[in-house]
């Protein structure tokens, strides 16, 4: 009998908190460390393209999401063992085939929504030390490969990811995945690059690959810096090396000045036309609840910027729609953010920020120009009966002489409930 999306999650579930609860026989110390939280996820999307006349003039969305983990502590022993678990579920309320694609619900070929989807997952764990292995899915954020949790329900991957924290100030990182299971869907893919836009990206006969390594670390040279170097490398498409730089200097009276410098080299692997210079520096000065940031992109080379579809990545420039990474593109940035709790009212924060970039190189002929104005409002219920309530409105507007004109709002109401 295959269930549907909605069932396995809950059979998922039952047999999840039944292994937790007679983890007692193997190791006190396996279930008194052990947590799980649920958080109801309620997402509305609406991105109008009426204005560039595209084909389809409007996705529009809305949808109930269930995100549940679960960890173990670890049993007693030099090497201690535990075992989390995760289960996504998303729920249809409006959706249509002509008004699909916002990537808040899984679809078919044909574009029809599906009624639910979900995807359940098992990870393996080990401790020795201050060094952990995981095995299963993952969910990293980390520099060279970094999940996306911008919709319904995030993206996944499957793989191993060992992390060693034994030098103080140091954390080291190593891994390899083979599969990625995207934000709206319920299967397990090979990955691919993102390669839309004005990227200028050519595959040559491997399309998709079930291999990439990463590796590097982050390391704290005194309270004020930070730098780090990683490496990622999709097999037989791309190979990337990143580095990053974030200095953060106190100025006294809750004011500080941040400097935060990245700079990413992608080239082939084999397969491809991948060569990408990014450099990206972000400056931030902070006093009360007040920041003010400036920002600026550059990128050069043959292509644009690589990273595995369906996830995020470092660019300076990533917004809510846009992240500036097409051929040989320059772009800045001016944001300006403050957090009421300066003003006696605390959980409520804005964001706003506009990015403008020019100079890309597109493949017809001609300079690709392109803006994208941010604004987000959020708010958290402090206390009462609705306390840790979450709400965002989420505003964006896109123009560009090369891609589609958007204008697009998200609603987010979110809950995390502990169970235990």
């Known amino acids: 009998m295959q269930l549907k999306p909605l069932s396995r999650f809950f059979l998922f579930s039952s047999l999840a908190a039944s292994a937790l609860g007679t983890s007692t026989m193997a190791s006190a110390a396996f279930l008194d460390d052990s947590k799980a939280t649920?958080?109801?996820?309620?997402?509305?999307?609406?991105?109008?393209f009426r204005q560039?006349?595209?084909p389809q003039s409007k996705a529009d969305e809305w949808?109930?999401?269930?995100?549940?983990?679960?960890?173990?502590?670890?049993?007693?022993?030099p090497i201690g063992f535990g075992v989390d678990a995760l289960g996504l579920l998303g729920v249809k309320l409006d959706s249509s085939p002509d008004r699909s694609g916002t990537g808040v619900l899984q679809r078919d070929s044909s574009g029809q929504p599906s009624d639910d989807y979900g995807t359940a997952g098992l990870t393996a764990k080990a401790k020795v030390s201050n060094t952990t292995l995981?095995?299963?899915?993952?969910?990293?954020?980390?520099?060279v490969v970094m999940r996306n949790d911008s919709r319904l329900l995030p993206s996944i991957y499957r793989g191993a990811w060992l992390q060693s924290k034994e030098v103080d100030g140091l954390t080291?990182?190593?891994?390899?995945?083979?599969?990625?299971s995207y934000r709206d869907s319920s299967d397990y893919e090979e990955m691919a690059v993102f390669a839309s836009g004005a990227r200028n990206i050519v595959l040559g006969s491997t399309k998709t690959s079930d291999e990439f390594l990463f590796a590097g670390g982050k390391y704290q040279f005194m309270p004020e810096l930070t730098g780090s170097y990683y490496y990622g490398a999709l097999d037989g498409i791309y190979k990337q090396h990143n580095t990053q730089l974030v200095h953060i200097m106190p100025l006294g009276d809750n004011q500080s000045f941040k400097t935060d410098l990245r700079y990413v080299r992608s080239?082939?692997?084999?397969?491809?036309?991948?060569?990408?210079?990014?450099?990206?520096a972000l400056f931030t000065y902070k006093i009360g609840g007040h920041g003010?940031?400036?920002?600026?992109q550059t990128l050069s080379g043959d292509t644009g910027f690589a990273y595995i579809s369906g996830g995020d990545n470092m660019l300076v420039n990533l917004l809510q729609i846009n992240d500036f990474g097409n051929e040989d593109e320059k772009s800045w940035q001016v944001r300006y953010d403050y957090d009421f709790a300066a003003a006696g009212i605390p959980g409520l924060s804005l964001m706003t920020r506009y990015v403008s970039g020019d100079n890309v190189n597109l493949a017809g002929g001609g300079e690709g120009k392109e803006w994208e104005r941010d604004t987000d409002i959020a708010y958290v219920v402090q206390s009462g009966p609705l306390k840790n309530v979450g709400m965002k409105v989420r505003n964006a507007t896109v123009r560009s002489n090369f891609g589609s004109d958007i204008n697009e709002t998200r609603l987010i109401l979110s809950y995390t409930l502990a169970l235990w």
């Open 52 to 54: 560039s006349g595209a």
């Open 292 to 296: 003010f940031t400036g920002g600026y």
């Open 134 to 143: 995981h095995v299963g899915t993952l969910q990293p954020i980390i520099p």
């Open 172 to 180: 080291l990182d190593v891994g390899m995945l083979d599969r990625t």
């Open 38 to 48: 649920v958080e109801a996820r309620n997402f509305y999307m609406n991105r109008d």
């Open 267 to 280: 080239t082939d692997d084999g397969g491809s036309n991948v060569d990408n210079n990014a450099f990206g």
């Open 63 to 77: 949808a109930q999401g269930f995100i549940l983990k679960m960890e173990s502590g670890y049993t007693d022993g």
